[in-house]
């Protein structure tokens, strides 16, 4: 029987390491071919603004916040908000919307 | 920027982790109440998730101790949930000074997590691993925090509250992502194709049933090929983009 939790989070963690540790500690050089290195540089850009919608509408009490904090949070990047600053006008957009249209 | 010290680094990393730990503490309060179905203990909690460092992942290896599928099984599913991370570390190989000792890229590799991958890339140069060690330390502990919590007293916290931060991981996606936007008319597009196609997707017959997981893996693929084939990107001088 398979039940020690303590050798589950073990094989969840090495796993989960490994994954993480083969290809920055295997691929030491530069990769040449010019598709790799386009699709490389797109890679970090698709994975967020997948990761980012629509799942944003989704995370919140209502789609109309998530929808409020995602067109505040481009607007503020846009203009050149920090990092920390886009992060708080969303959250603060959202618990400000949700405060209004739940009452 | 590209001469700053390992404090500067680390003090930098650190100021940019904060909104990161503030987002996964919300988060993992989510994945505490999903640990504590599986019967687990705040301590176990803790420990999963201050050495997985995952959302997804931990929330598919919670659902598997809570059935006891067996130690295969679990690798199988952290290997899928977590499969994403194989673009993001290769990619994190691209942005690394030949240079830098070896030993930090083990260091580095156990911080590739969504959100601190994308506060790496938005920096100009190669890659400073005191950044990524001060991100770490505030993020990891407040994940590991959350997951505890979550698992103590998951149903306490307001959800308007809970509502309200877990929006912040997202917010700093778009810090990342729209700066850049603004200059390359072609990662502008990119980024709204994503978005549509994201959510089309979702609704799609055979790839709407996929895990979110795999549907981020499969239109990561197929869209940054198609990026990659219509507008080839110069690979000028490492130091900048």
Redo the contacts between chains.
């Keep these: 029987?398979?039940?020690n939790?303590?050798?589950?989070?073990f094989?969840?963690?090495a796993?989960?390491?490994a994954?993480?540790?083969?290809?920055?500690?295997l691929?030491?050089?530069?990769?040449r071919s010019?598709?790799?290195?386009?699709?490389?540089?797109?890679?970090?850009?698709?994975?967020?603004?997948?990761?980012?919608?629509?799942?944003?509408i989704e995370?919140?009490?209502t789609p109309l916040?998530?929808a409020l904090?995602?067109a505040a949070?481009?607007l503020?990047?846009?203009v050149?908000?920090?990092?920390?600053?886009?992060?708080?006008?969303?959250?603060?957009i959202?618990?400000l919307s949700?405060?209004l249209l739940?009452h | 920027m590209r001469n700053e010290t390992n404090s500067q680094a680390f003090r930098a990393g650190f100021?940019?982790g904060?909104?990161i730990g503030?987002?996964y503490f919300a988060v993992a309060f989510a994945l505490g109440v999903a640990a504590r179905d599986a019967?687990?203990t705040p301590f176990?909690g803790f420990?999963?998730s201050i050495?997985?460092?995952?959302s997804a992942?931990?929330y598919a290896?919670f659902t598997?101790?809570a059935a006891?599928s067996?130690?295969l099984g679990?690798?199988l599913i952290?290997?899928v949930a977590?499969?994403?991370?194989?673009?993001?570390?290769?990619?994190?190989?691209?942005r690394?000074d030949?240079e830098m000792k070896?030993i930090h890229?083990?260091g580095?590799?156990?911080y590739?997590t969504?959100e601190i991958?994308?506060?790496e890339?938005?920096r100009p140069g190669y890659l400073h691993p005191f950044y990524t060690y001060g991100a770490a330390a505030i993020a990891s502990p407040m994940w590991a925090a959350g997951t505890a919590l979550g698992i103590l007293a998951g149903n306490l916290m307001p959800?308007?509250?809970v509502?309200?931060?877990?929006?912040?991981?997202?917010?700093?996606?778009?810090?990342?992502?729209?700066?850049?936007?603004?200059k390359d008319r072609v990662?502008l597009v990119?980024?709204l194709v994503?978005?549509a196609?994201?959510?089309i997707s979702?609704k799609l017959p055979l790839v709407g049933t996929l895990s979110?997981g795999n549907?981020?893996i499969l239109?990561?693929v197929i869209?940054?090929?198609a990026?990659?084939?219509l507008?080839?990107?110069p690979?000028e001088e490492?130091k900048d983009?």
């Design positions: 029987m398979q039940d939790v303590y050798v589950y989070i094989v969840m963690a796993v989960s390491y994954i993480r540790a083969l290809p920055v500690t691929i030491r050089g530069r990769i010019p598709f790799l290195q386009s699709f490389l540089y797109y890679v970090p850009y698709v994975t967020l603004s997948v990761m980012t919608f629509p799942a944003i995370a919140t009490q916040s998530g904090a995602l949070g481009i503020a990047a846009w050149g908000a920090s990092l920390f600053q886009v992060a708080s006008l969303c959250c603060v959202v618990f949700e405060f739940l | 100021h940019d904060i909104p503030l987002g019967g687990m176990q420990l999963a050495l997985c460092n995952a992942g931990e290896g598997v101790i006891r067996g130690y679990m690798a952290t290997l977590n499969a994403r991370y194989l673009l993001m570390s290769t990619a994190m190989s691209q690394l030949p070896k890229r083990f580095m590799a156990m590739i969504d991958f994308a506060i890339i938005a959800v308007r509250i509502s309200a931060l877990s929006v912040a991981l997202f917010g700093m996606f778009l810090a990342v992502i729209i700066p850049p936007a603004r990662i990119l980024i994503c978005f196609a994201s959510w979702e979110q549907r981020v239109l990561t869209l940054s090929a990026a990659a084939l507008f080839p990107h690979a490492d983009n």
